[in-house]
DNA sequence: AACTTGTGATTTTTT
DNA sequence: ATCACAAGTT
């Protein structure tokens, strides 16, 4: 709350608290907006010519740094709010600059008419020039849900059995393509023939083909069509990099191929262009993003300055070392260090548990000490790695009576009552819109199955109509038994007489009585089940939502992009999210459960992506230590359910990296935790002290943790033996053995695989090898899977 | 068309 | 263990 960044400050047009130089410059109508800028943030603000690089560490002033540049350009009359581009990830992020700039620069701010998401400015952009890309502007933007609905579709016409490939598959698979910027035409022939026995690269097309008839895009599709018609139009090119004088980026590090080919594209025009990220916060690498683009961006944007942000005005000093000590163990990072004139403050601390029973419970103790001591709930958080890990600490603060709130969840909008009330409304609004009529066609059930839908689409297609018009036709004839055809007569009646009230009604009245005529309110309050009441207030809340729009079509519009969750407060509650969720998030005390090889670092990150896996779950971590203001507390339990099964588990390596001489290392309230393999590890230490902060002496150490364990001498006997044989032990070998050594099967290679039987190996990559298998096709599979087969 | 049983998967998440 | 989803049954 003492954020030193606080913009009270600059906005308020009273005297200023900067001193005589900075009162009169205010005084002069001097740039007041630069007062309190370190050295480092004042020359990222001040660079606005050419291309720049900020690589913002955690708690630096990024945000700070963003919108002063902004108001900045505007102040200096560099350009005007419209000539300037400010793209974010979130609609969160983009709300958050607005609001700041609007605080600096006034109202002028709130104008800026292209500070937004990548997907909303491609939108916008896109709807201006839809038909040099074979849509109509009034195209409707698919969710994921829509997206796996059509997949499903296509899958069936080509035959395919969609439960040996699955349409969420493919729906992923098209994702990473289209995040890389690939059209089918450009999809490797490999990767193409990856999917279904060699259909993917025809089934990518299909689904295009039908996106275009629909005359819908994913999300996916309004970058890479918005890159198209850059390509394919340079006039219109021109027009947009003639535009945007000013071009700023934040959390570059999180960019996917895409992004950066459309970023770069609009940069060639006048090379003012400035990103901002920190490559040690790179965490989103398994949906696109490639840090990559961040670690060239000097080579790619040539002349660029690249300034350093590292004075952290968050953490305290043990804090940073530790997340320092950390990050320090990634390979492939530009390098920053940050440091702090605040206070060395508490050492984070390590506690090991019996199990994760044991670790709610004395996370919750330790909150509800602190907050005796006076600490308020909001601020604290609790960050995990896993979503299930959520659960336990639920149950156990429920029990105690802690306030508490879940971050993340399901969005707002992705609750199936928001889409099919939505549906309802598409249905209405826009008749062409098949995906919506069939999500609601029998919901609430009105006796109309597969069979009659059936009827409907092949009408459809042969009269090249959309399902609604074919229900219109096929009512009036005799195909469509009795029963049905009189459900489907009072549904499109229905439609139209909702249809009629558009304009006539408001808005938010009118779906009110959608949801009522139609019987879908009905069907909520017929059910018994728990959720049933919640998820009518959920249909109040849409339509208490929708009635700030001034009509239905700006609603849709707004709606397929951004809508976001309400929760109105309820008092200070602790927060429990995963870290990915809290990245740009601070707390007091952040609590840190589940450092366990195999949780954290999650066991999958490691097989898909083996050493840039662990490297992106260090990030992680890193991000997870860096949100701490004062207390950063980690927890490891010697014992988890996982799948329903009780297993064993060891502290996480990160737990090894921490530097020791900032850590705190705590005895469990039970004594139960340092039985068995904790004890050997963390005894370690205290007593070896600097010498184990080398990464050789660790890595040998932990080769010989097996022979120490099974000598039984000096930690728990038969209970580490059996710890140390499994997991854990396979993931240091594969790791260290592997990245260094290459493959031990070549390619061309015969192999046999318990699942897949025969194949040949297609390529190797480290330890994971791509195999064509005889029956099975091509797959992905670790070395360690497969035996040679001569 | 609605209900029942069986199967498989089960990190992270935005737009 | 648990849940979602899909094929099989009534």
Known sequence: ?????????????????????????????????????????????????????????????????????????????????????????????????????????????????????????????????????????????????????????????????????????????????????????????????????????????????????????????????????????????????????????????DTNTVQYLWLRLLAQGRHNVCCVGDDDQSIYGWRGAEVDNILRFESDFPGAKVIRL?????????????????????????????????????????????????????????????????????????????????????ERFITLGLPYRVIGGPRFYERAEIRDALAYLRCVAQPADDLAFERIYNTPRRGLGESTLQQLHEYGRLQRVPLIEAARFMIETDEIKPKQRQALRDLLANFSRWASLIGEKPHGELTEMILEESGYTDMWRKDRTAEAAGRLENLKELVRAMEEFPDLAAFLEHISLVMEAETKDAGPRVSIMTLHAAKGLEFETVFLPGWEEGLFPHQRSLDESGRAGLEEERRLAYVGITRARRRAKIYFATNRRIHGLWQTTIPSRFLDELPPDHVEVVEAATGAAYGGYAQSRFANMDSFGSTYGTPGWRRAQRRTEETRAESGASSGGGFARKTSQRGPMQIEGELIAKSSASSAFAKGARVFHQKFGYGAVAAVDGNKLTVDFDKAGRKMVLESFVEAKG
Do not use: C
């Not at 540049?69 to 607005?98: Q, Y």
């Not at 198209?228 to 535009?243: G, I």
């Open 310 to 394: 590292e004075r952290n005005y968050r953490s305290t000093g043990h804090i940073l070392a530790v997340a320092a000590g950390l990050i320090a163990h990634n390979q492939g990072r530009l390098g920053k260090t940050l440091f702090t004139d605040d206070e060395a403050g508490l050492m984070p601390t390590v506690t090991g548990v019996w199990d994760s029973e044991e670790e709610a419970r004395g996370i919750g103790e330790e909150i509800e000490q602190l907050a005796r001591k006076g600490h308020a709930y909001d601020e604290v958080a609790i960050l995990v790695r896993a979503s299930f890990q959520m659960r336990e600490f639920e």
């Open 1 to 253: 709350m003492t954020d030193p960044f606080s913009l009270s400050e600059t906005d308020a047009p009273a005297p200023q608290p900067g001193g005589i130089a900075a009162r009169a410059r205010a005084a002069a109508g001097g740039r007041r907006y630069l007062d309190g800028l370190n050295p480092e943030q004042r020359a990222a603000v001040e660079a606005i010519d050419g291309p720049v690089l900020v690589l913002a560490g955690a708690g630096t002033g990024k945000t700070r740094v963003l919108t002063t540049r902004i108001a900045h350009i505007l102040a200096e009359g560099r350009a005007r709010a419209h000539e300037i581009l400010a793209v974010t990830f979130t609609n969160k992020a983009a709300r958050e600059m607005r609001d700041r700039v609007a605080l600096l620069a006034g109202p002028v701010g709130e104008g800026m008419p292209w500070l937004g998401t990548f997907h909303a400015i491609s939108t916008k952009i896109l709807r201006r020039h839809a038909e040099l890309v074979g849509l109509k502007s009034s195209f409707t933007i698919l969710d994921t849900d829509d997206q796996i609905r059509l997949l499903k579709q296509v899958l069936k016409a080509e035959d395919i059995d969609d439960k040996r490939w699955p349409a969420r598959s493919l729906a992923y698979q098209i994702d990473a393509w289209k995040n890389r910027g690939l059209d089918p035409a450009h999809v490797p022939a490999g990767e193409a023939a990856a999917f279904a026995n060699g259909k993917g690269g025809r089934l990518y097309a299909l689904y295009q083909e039908r996106l275009k008839i629909l005359n819908a895009a994913d999300f996916g599709d309004l970058l890479l069509e918005t890159l198209r018609l850059f390509k394919e139009n340079p006039d219109v090119l021109k027009q947009y990099q003639d535009r945007f004088k000013y071009m700023l980026v934040d959390e570059y590090q």
